[in-house]
């Protein structure tokens, strides 16, 4: 995949800039962070705790002017931890609501894979829908809300593994992966001074960014692009490796990305590119594999990688379809 | 300088590769005179050298089309038109020629095509070759096709038509060798870069080469070749065409009629290609020569001379003498194209032909061997009429008749080979001990092959060893064969028995098509259908007072000639005897039968002219195929040159994407392939790789737009040709 084609749209330029001064050798990831954002979808971490998680959604918030909060997953955790409660104020007599985490802009949910199915579902309630419900009463969510989860891979001991249906609900699934040594070399010789994330400071506002999700909206995809995404989609759902292919919401999602990823390399319409450089992030969760095709060692990702090589570009308009 | 001197190298070295280039054109044209009736083949050489030369030069275009034109005129002029050149009338011949042949084209009439016009066509094939073979050989360095489809062309012409390519191949093998070695030579230098300071270093590389070229040429020449390995193509080509094909080859290994008998022997396919129709008042020997030479293989023809070239209104060829009983008859001979002989085929007592005029007959009298003129040139005669004595020999006078043979007869035609085995003599001596007279012991040896189990066929005969007489082989070992092998032994046999004898050559009377549509006379004639199948062998057998007698030892042959007896009625030869004397009427001096005849005459000219104008057809189309072959390796050349002029024009987003379909397409023709799930860009990025551009980035960016953003770009379209341009030079240079 060649990108030295690519310029960034200006303001995305700007929070990537802000971005590499934290974090270093990290911006696929971030990059992969703020399409999302932009697409209004949420991103699924799966990685071990230490390589900058945290501080990439934090560093994101940050030079986004978001209101940034973090919901540490628990076995005990209660569904109320996570979406916040009503108090008693003796003193004005009446419940009065205290909000939970889930109601900030950008909310990184730690190890959700931790945590009972109950307190997952509210989280992923949340994500689906625009507000809450506490008590009875409907708690709007804020604009704009992105949700970073992470979640320890599979086989550590006390998990409970997100359900397929709510794994659909992540826009992406990505791995961040540890640095080279180099970049870890930086790493150590930019922090020793005082951590660089107090030094950045917002680059864009709220109400940009909410235009900007609006103008994501606008980014033109043609048929023949949209055609090629449906080939993909229904490649996963032909393939014998595949128990269960990849839903409509999949193709939606994919078509979303992709606008938002056209969008943040400063173009208004989708190119095949897009859709192939997205294809492993959108879909590799939303599929699950036969048996065999586990014990054969593939992954969703080399299925993917394979009906990529298989599916033929569209370079010319076909007037008779 | 260096770049001079490099550039001076290279101009040597394209001038080196397209003279040789030249000169296997060169080998196109040198067949023409001998296959077609091309005339002034040396003009056409001269105005090709003309054209390539032009086209070396690389003037401009503006300069190069009117030289052209002009030598073209000129050669028109000198040939054709008799008018002041570039005078009015001149231009008005010229008008009224093309008109003529545009409307014949039109009606698909080629036979009708003036030479003026076929000429002219020819010349601007020329025209075209010179540019198209300048761009093949120096522009693109591609040497080697054109090297091997002449050799193709050279092998192709030689089988199938009279042309001999013998030195031609060799001619053309020592080119290619040369050439393929200075293009290497070249190519190499260029990618190393080497400079070889001037040419004063030429002897290195010029004597390993031309040592290289001769060496291989002697050795390819003096080593031993294996004989062609199957059977000549041609007639089973012809047959399967319905006959139609150029030229005539005068060697035919199948059925049919031949020259080479020298090594008889062997199965053959049977052929039903049609040679020639007959109308004849019965079945006749369609005779064509004799040959006298037994090799113990074969027949060779030792009495070629005397040869007088006589009008066709008198024939001095005789078989009989004066005393045999004649009748007057006529016939009338219709080739068809797969007659391949220029030759005469003509029943017994010819005395005269009736045809068009210019013909003349080239007789050589030992053999009777008749080969048509036209000028000085052999000619194929397609359609005549012979006029002829048909002779009844009468059995008591041939019985009669004396042994005494004159010296020169018994010279010539008693000759048998020293290494003839003495069981053939024997049994010929044991065949005819009970005969008192010549006649009876000729019928005794021409009735000894069917009463004694010998079999007639034309498959599973075997072909004798280098050691084995022919006629012994059959005799006595393989007993099974066909007229070759009949007529031989008959010959072999009354030689050996002092009989002189001759081996005789032509066609059976064929078969009577059943249609008496008769349209030559107004008599009831049959009319006879030969094809090569009936391709015949016979023998003649010579008495003093009588002549030349045939004889028909070919088992399930039936003898054609007429015999009767004065006094007995039932004699059993009688029933070989032809059914031709119930037309006693004498068919001459009819006023209307001449009449036709000169009808005949006429109508024989246009077979003639259009038999000729097929040739021409063919080796048109052949060089058509070739332009067309040149025109397909370069098509991406010539097509992106029209295509740049037309897209600059049109605007449309059809037009864009049809010319960047087309871009795609030239760069995978030129290796950079496109895989289906390669996007666009990171083609382009490859492309762009290779050629140390953007180009490929930015116009895919531009047509990007246009695929997947549904946009319309008139406003780019200068700069989107231009990049466009930029490609396809880069791609195709």
Not at chain 1, 108 to 136: C, F, H, W, Y
């Amino acid at each position: 995949m060649n990108q030295q084609t690519f310029l960034y749209q200006p303001k995305i330029s700007d929070v990537m800039k802000n971005i590499n001064k934290v974090m270093i050798g990290k911006e696929e990831a971030a990059l992969l962070s703020i399409v999302a954002l932009l697409a209004k979808g949420h991103v699924l971490l799966e990685d071990v705790p230490g390589v900058g998680k945290t501080m990439l959604v934090k560093t994101l918030a940050k030079s986004l002017d978001c209101e940034f909060k973090r919901i540490q997953f628990t076995p005990d955790l209660l569904p109320s931890d996570v979406t916040g409660v009503s108090i008693y104020n003796p003193k004005e007599m009446e419940f009065e609501f205290k909000p939970g985490p889930i109601l900030g802009n950008i909310v990184l949910a730690d190890e959700i894979n931790r945590t009972s199915p109950k307190t997952q579902s509210a989280l992923l309630e949340g994500m689906e829908e625009t507000s809450i419900t506490v008590d009875g009463n409907a708690v709007p969510l804020k604009d704009p809300f992105f949700v970073m989860a992470t979640q320890n891979p599979i086989e550590y001991e006390g998990t409970y593994p997100l359900p397929e249906a709510q794994l659909d609900r992540f826009l992406l699934k990505m791995k961040m992966g540890y640095p080279t040594a180099s970049q870890e070399m930086e790493m150590l010789s930019r922090t020793s001074g005082g951590h660089p994330i107090n030094e950045i400071s917002s680059v864009i506002t709220r109400d940009e960014l909410v235009s900007l999700q609006k103008e994501v909206e606008e980014v033109y995809v043609d048929t023949t692009v949209n055609r090629y995404i449906i080939d993909l989609v229904t490649g996963t759902r032909k393939h014998e490796g595949v128990y269960l292919g990849v839903s409509p919401r999949g193709s939606i999602s994919l078509m979303k990305a992709a606008k938002a990823y056209a969008f943040v390399h400063d173009r208004d319409y989708v190119v095949p590119d897009d859709v192939q450089y997205l294809a492993p992030y959108v879909l590799s969760h939303r599929m699950i594999l036969t048996s065999e095709a586990n014990f054969e060692g593939a992954t969703p990702e080399s299925i993917i990688e394979e009906l990529l090589s298989a599916t033929s570009i569209p370079v010319k308009r076909n007037i008779s379809e | 300088m260096p770049n001079t001197i490099n550039d001076q190298r290279s101009t040597v070295f394209k001038l080196m590769i397209y003279v040789i280039g030249f000169l296997l054109f060169c080998e196109w044209l040198l067949p023409l005179e001998a296959i077609t009736e091309t005339k002034n083949v040396t003009i056409f050489f001269i105005y090709a050298t003309f054209c390539f030369f032009i086209s070396f030069i690389q003037v401009p275009w503006y300069l190069s089309m009117p030289l052209k034109l002009l030598g073209l005129a000129f050669i028109l002029d000198g040939l054709y038109i008799a008018e002041t050149i570039f005078s009015g009338h001149w231009f008005s011949i010229l008008y009224d020629q093309i008109i003529f042949n545009v409307q014949v084209i039109q009606a698909q009439e080629w036979w009708q095509m003036t030479p003026l016009f076929r000429s002219l066509l020819f010349l601007i094939l020329l025209w075209l070759m010179s540019y198209l073979l300048f761009y093949w050989i120096v522009v693109a360095n591609r040497m080697f096709v054109f090297v091997l489809l002449t050799l193709i062309y050279v092998t192709v012409v030689d089988t199938f038509t009279v042309y001999d390519g013998k030195w031609a191949i060799i001619r053309t093998f020592v080119l290619a060798m040369a050439a393929l070695g200075v293009t290497s030579f070249h190519k190499e230098m260029d990618k190393e870069s080497i400079a070889l300071g001037g040419f004063k270093k030429g002897h290195l590389w010029v004597l390993p080469l031309i040592a290289i070229i001769l060496f291989s040429t002697v050795a390819a020449y003096a080593s031993p070749k294996l004989s062609p390995q199957w059977p000549d193509p041609v007639p089973f080509i012809q047959s399967a065409t319905g006959g139609a094909g150029p030229g005539g080859s005068g060697v035919v290994q199948k059925v049919g009629y031949g020259e080479n008998d020298s090594r008889l022997g062997g199965s053959f396919i049977q052929d039903d290609t049609r040679v020639f129709t007959a109308m004849a008042d019965g079945e006749r020997y369609w005779r064509i020569e004799s040959k006298d030479t037994y090799t113990g293989k074969g027949w060779e023809d030792t009495l070629e001379d005397p040869v007088q070239t006589v009008s066709p209104d008198n024939i001095p060829f005789q078989t009989f003498t004066d005393e045999v009983e004649i009748e007057e008859q006529q016939s009338l001979i219709e080739l068809t194209s797969a007659a391949d002989f220029q030759k005469l085929v003509y029943p017994y007592g010819t005395t005269s032909l009736d045809t068009s005029d210019g013909y003349q007959l080239r007789v050589h009298e030992n053999t009777g061997e008749m080969d048509t003129l036209k000028g000085d040139s052999p000619a194929k005669l397609n359609r005549y009429v012979i006029n002829y004595d048909f002779p009844s020999f009468e059995y008591d006078q041939l019985r009669e008749s004396s042994t005494e043979d004159p010296e020169e007869i018994k010279e010539n035609y008693l000759q048998l080979p020293d290494s003839l085995p003495g069981r053939v003599r024997n049994l010929a001596s044991q065949i005819v001990e009970d005969e008192d007279n010549r006649y009876d012991k000729a019928k005794a040896v021409e009735s000894y092959f069917s009463s004694n189990g010998f079999e007639y066929s034309t498959t599973d005969v075997p072909v004798p060893d280098e050691n084995e007489d022919y006629v012994n082989q059959f005799l006595f070992e393989s007993q099974i064969g066909y007229c070759d092998n009949f007529s031989t032994s008959m010959v072999v046999m009354l030689r050996s028995e002092g009989i002189p004898a001759r081996w005789v050559k032509g066609f059976t009377a064929g078969e009577r098509i059943d249609a008496t549509d008769v349209t030559y006379n107004d008599e009831l004639q049959n009319k006879y259908e030969i094809t090569s199948g009936n391709a015949h062998s016979w023998v003649e057998v010579y008495f003093p007072d009588v002549g030349w007698v045939p004889f028909e030892p070919t088992k399930g042959f039936t003898n054609n000639a007429d015999f009767y007896t004065d006094v007995e009625t039932d004699d059993s030869d009688s029933a070989a005897s032809g059914s031709d004397t119930e037309t006693p009427e004498d068919n001459m001096g009819n006023p209307q039968q001449m009449e036709e005849q000169e009808a005949a005459s006429d109508s024989e000219s246009v077979n003639i002219d259009s038999e000729q104008s097929y040739v021409w057809v063919y080796v048109l189309a052949a060089f058509l195929i070739l332009a067309l072959l040149v025109l397909y390796v370069t098509r991406y050349k010539w097509i992106s040159a029209f295509l740049i002029r037309r897209y600059r024009k049109k605007e449309d987003e059809e037009t864009y994407e049809k010319a960047y379909q087309y871009l795609l397409k030239v760069l995978e023709h030129k290796g950079f392939k496109r895989k289906p799930e390669q996007t666009l860009r990171d083609y382009a990025f490859v492309v762009d790789r290779h050629f140390q551009s953007n180009d490929m980035r930015r116009l895919t960016n531009d047509y990007e737009r246009v695929l997947y953003r549904n946009e319309s770009h008139r406003s780019h379209w200068p700069k989107v040709t231009e990049l466009w341009e930029n490609l396809i030079k880069k791609a195709l240079s």
